[in-house]
């Protein structure tokens, strides 16, 4: 047994019973530490991994209360059962609410104790899991808010670091709810440059007024002009300026913008003596900018302007294993937001948001995991807390078991086979959750297909 090892720690002052719970568990697979003293229960608490403390309360010296409370301060993990008699179920009650996940009630009956310490286990992994994840998404703070660690975000990240200190424009493109603005906003932290990131949506402002909110406009340039102003990229100024939805823009814009972008100077709507800006142009769109030119809605001029650096991010059904990081990371935002003790994703709850496809993309998972907090009625998100269409996602069960001892080649070939049933034959997809190219499936594919030959021939 080692000191990595989640273990089962029985407390009980009563040696008989300490006998039978050890063999109980140990016979269930478990690996059990049981000792008949409160104070040495507590040095392992403080030293040892556990999964599961399952304690006596009423001890000599300390007593079950106090072992929980040890729990509290250095073992957050670690789930607390505690053993009662019938005539102290009211103490066994306040343990509850200072945190003890079950109670059992003598004389105990083996099932019971079998199920509680099973299912304390389960909570245990769960909450260690959330810890393990925690701690990744503070590692991996290269640009704070993008979480991810799929192939795919990874050469997104790295194709962010590398352009960041230059000054060409950068296009962002990808479905919506995809974090494009996430990205803009790290471009611009990782570029160095002072002055201020600012964000327009060209398809939220009416076109008659978007000029103006782009260049400014002079003091009676316009019904409603009384006095002279400033546009975005005046406030850019030494920063950086996103124009999301940039295929939106009217036509008759995107000249003038073309201009702003070769010349490095604005007019004012009104004006008559352009200025100089210093400003770094991101451009974000989930349209098609090639189809928008063929119809005449796109500059072909000022798609290639914009487009010098172009970054595609991925849709989250395409990220492989980034939605348990994802969903992780807005757990912990909206219980801090909201006030509750909200820490862990029960599994089946995770199976299911790992198997739907979401087609709103981070920016849905974001409002599920929201609404899944204000709902959850303890600690624990569960599967009842999820919307029905992402609680009854088909495939809802898509974690692969596999035996201790299953040869490699075998393990490779299951989970080949089984990510293809999971797009439905679609390599490409396939290629992208596994981490691997294409040509590698075929590679592998065409191998199985001559051993299941040889082995029909044998």
């Given at each position: 047994?080692?000191?990595?090892?989640?273990?089962?720690?029985?407390?009980?002052d009563?040696?008989?019973?300490?006998?039978?719970?050890?063999?109980?568990?140990?016979?269930?697979?478990?690996?059990?530490?049981?000792?008949?003293?409160?104070?040495?229960?507590?040095?392992?608490?403080?030293?040892?991994?556990?999964?599961?403390?399952?304690?006596?309360?009423?001890?000599?010296?300390?007593?079950?209360?106090?072992?929980?409370?040890?729990?509290?301060a250095?073992?957050?993990?670690?789930?607390?059962?505690?053993?009662?008699a019938?005539?102290?179920?009211?103490?066994?009650?306040?343990?509850?609410?200072?945190?003890?996940?079950?109670?059992?009630?003598?004389?105990?009956?083996?099932?019971?104790?079998?199920?509680?310490?099973?299912?304390?286990?389960?909570?245990?992994?769960?909450?260690?899991?959330?810890e393990?994840?925690?701690?990744?998404?503070?590692?991996?703070?290269?640009?704070?808010?993008?979480?991810?660690?799929?192939?795919?975000?990874?050469?997104?990240?790295?194709?962010?670091?590398?352009v960041?200190?230059?000054?060409?424009?950068?296009?962002?493109?990808?479905e919506?709810?995809?974090?494009?603005?996430?990205?803009a906003?790290?471009?611009?932290?990782?570029?160095g440059?002072?002055?201020?990131?600012?964000?327009v949506?060209?398809?939220?402002i009416?076109?008659?007024?978007l000029?103006?909110?782009?260049?400014?406009?002079?003091?009676?340039?316009?019904?409603?002009?009384?006095?002279?102003?400033?546009?975005?990229?005046?406030?850019?100024?030494?920063?950086?300026?996103?124009?999301?939805?940039?295929?939106d823009?009217?036509?008759?814009?995107?000249?003038?913008?073309?201009?702003?972008?070769?010349?490095?100077?604005?007019e004012?709507?009104?004006?008559?003596?352009?200025?100089?800006?210093?400003?770094?142009?991101?451009?974000?769109?989930?349209?098609?900018?090639?189809?928008?030119?063929?119809?005449?809605?796109?500059?072909?001029?000022?798609?290639?302007?914009?487009?010098?650096?172009?970054?595609?991010?991925p849709?989250?059904?395409?990220?492989?294993?980034?939605?348990?990081?994802?969903?992780?990371?807005?757990?912990?935002?909206?219980?801090?937001?909201?006030?509750?003790?909200?820490?862990?994703?029960?599994?089946?709850?995770?199976?299911?948001?790992?198997?739907?496809?979401?087609?709103?993309?981070?920016?849905?998972?974001?409002?599920?995991?929201?609404?899944?907090?204000?709902?959850?009625?303890?600690?624990d998100?569960?599967?009842?807390?999820?919307?029905?269409?992402?609680?009854?996602?088909?495939?809802?069960?898509?974690?692969?078991?596999?035996?201790?001892?299953?040869?490699?080649?075998?393990?490779?070939?299951?989970?080949?086979?089984?990510?293809?049933?999971?797009?439905?034959?679609?390599?490409?997809?396939?290629?992208?959750?596994?981490?691997?190219?294409?040509?590698?499936?075929?590679?592998?594919?065409?191998?199985?297909e001559?051993?299941?030959?040889?082995?029909?021939?044998?």
């Amino acid at each position: 047994m080692t000191d990595n090892q989640p273990v089962v720690l029985v407390v009980d002052d009563d040696a008989a019973n300490l006998r039978s719970l050890e063999k109980i568990l140990s016979r269930e697979g478990m690996t059990v530490s049981a000792v008949a003293d409160g104070q040495e229960a507590a040095r392992m608490l403080r030293t040892r991994r556990i999964g599961v403390l399952l304690t006596d309360l009423m001890m000599p010296g300390v007593d079950g209360m106090e072992l929980l409370r040890t729990v509290s301060a250095h073992s957050s993990h670690t789930a607390v059962v505690v053993m009662t008699a019938y005539g102290t179920v009211e103490t066994a009650v306040a343990a509850m609410k200072e945190g003890a996940y079950d109670f059992i009630t003598k004389p105990l009956r083996r099932a019971e104790v079998v199920r509680s310490v099973t299912r304390g286990m389960e909570r245990s992994r769960l909450r260690a899991e959330n810890e393990s994840l925690l701690q990744e998404l503070e590692r991996a703070g290269r640009s704070r808010e993008i979480i991810g660690s799929s192939p795919m975000m990874r050469r997104c990240l790295d194709l962010v670091e590398r352009v960041a200190p230059a000054r060409t424009t950068v296009m962002l493109l990808g479905e919506s709810g995809t974090g494009k603005e996430v990205f803009a906003r790290a471009l611009h932290r990782m570029s160095g440059r002072s002055g201020p990131f600012i964000a327009v949506n060209c398809a939220a402002i009416p076109d008659n007024l978007l000029e103006s909110e782009l260049f400014g406009h002079e003091k009676g340039a316009f019904t409603g002009a009384v006095s002279r102003r400033d546009g975005r990229f005046q406030l850019a100024h030494g920063g950086t300026l996103l124009l999301d939805e940039i295929g939106d823009l009217p036509l008759p814009l995107q000249g003038k913008l073309l201009r702003v972008l070769q010349e490095g100077e604005v007019e004012r709507v009104g004006g008559s003596r352009p200025s100089p800006v210093d400003v770094r142009v991101l451009a974000a769109t989930n349209r098609v900018l090639e189809d928008e030119i063929a119809a005449g809605r796109f500059r072909q001029d000022l798609y290639y302007r914009l487009n010098v650096i172009s970054i595609e991010l991925p849709p989250l059904r395409e990220r492989g294993g980034d939605v348990p990081r994802l969903a992780h990371h807005f757990l912990r935002r909206y219980a801090s937001v909201n006030g509750k003790d909200v820490s862990v994703i029960s599994s089946d709850a995770m199976e299911a948001l790992v198997a739907y496809r979401w087609p709103g993309n981070v920016r849905e998972l974001e409002n599920v995991i929201e609404r899944a907090v204000v709902l959850a009625r303890g600690t624990d998100v569960t599967l009842a807390d999820l919307p029905t269409k992402v609680a009854q996602a088909e495939g809802g069960s898509r974690i692969l078991h596999i035996p201790v001892g299953t040869p490699f080649e075998e393990i490779e070939r299951l989970a080949l086979v089984e990510t293809l049933k999971m797009t439905g034959g679609d390599k490409r997809r396939a290629a992208v959750l596994l981490g691997i190219a294409v040509r590698t499936i075929y590679r592998k594919l065409e191998g199985m297909e001559r051993d299941g030959e040889q082995g029909a021939e044998g």
